[in-house]
């Protein structure tokens, strides 16, 4: 296993994602405009596929940060990971940010999986979820030239 490979797969994995999310968006919105409120199946498979996306970004994400990335090395050994932005958005704000998403994704699937009808309690889950993760995501990384 190399590096190299890892963070392929962690881009190719962010390309899911963001096609998940936006279905999980989409979804969300129809349920919560529609009118009955009622959890439908789009909602519960686009979260669900959305959450093993994203738990499959974390396990190989945090084995890259701690056995594999060169620049997270170099950057704890000269003592610049926090004070460095980019150093800390990459190997501190992006991890912990979508960890945090992560979980609230786990939860909210497991709401959507056992109710039928939608709380406003997990829509503003949700939004938190969806903000940290655009918020976190490596946008010039992944688009950028
Ligand atoms: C959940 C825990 C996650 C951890 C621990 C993690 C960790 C990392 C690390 C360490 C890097 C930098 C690698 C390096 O340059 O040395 C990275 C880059 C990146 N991550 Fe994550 N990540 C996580 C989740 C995600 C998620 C959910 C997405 C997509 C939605 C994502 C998308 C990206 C992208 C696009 C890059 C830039 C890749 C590049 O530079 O080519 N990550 N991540």
Do not use: C
Request: charged share 10%.
């Amino acid at each position: 296993m190399d590096f190299n490979l890892m963070l392929n797969a962690h881009r190719g994995f962010a390309y899911l994602i963001l096609l998940s999310s936006a279905l999980f968006i989409i979804a969300l919105l129809m349920v919560m405009f529609g009118y009955s409120g009622k959890i439908n199946n789009f909602l519960r498979k686009s979260t669900l596929f959305t959450m093993i996306f994203f738990h499959t970004q974390a396990i190989i994400g945090l084995v890259m940060l701690f056995f594999f990335s060169p620049g997270f090395k170099q950057a704890t050994e000269a003592g610049t990971l926090m004070k460095d932005a980019v150093a800390r958005n990459t190997y501190v704000e992006h991890p912990f940010a979508m960890i945090v998403s992560a979980v609230l994704l786990t939860i909210l699937n497991k709401k959507f999986k056992t109710n039928d009808k939608m709380q406003i309690s997990w829509v503003i889950m949700a939004v938190i979820a969806l903000a940290l993760m655009f918020w976190a995501f490596q946008w010039n990384r992944l688009f950028g030239a």
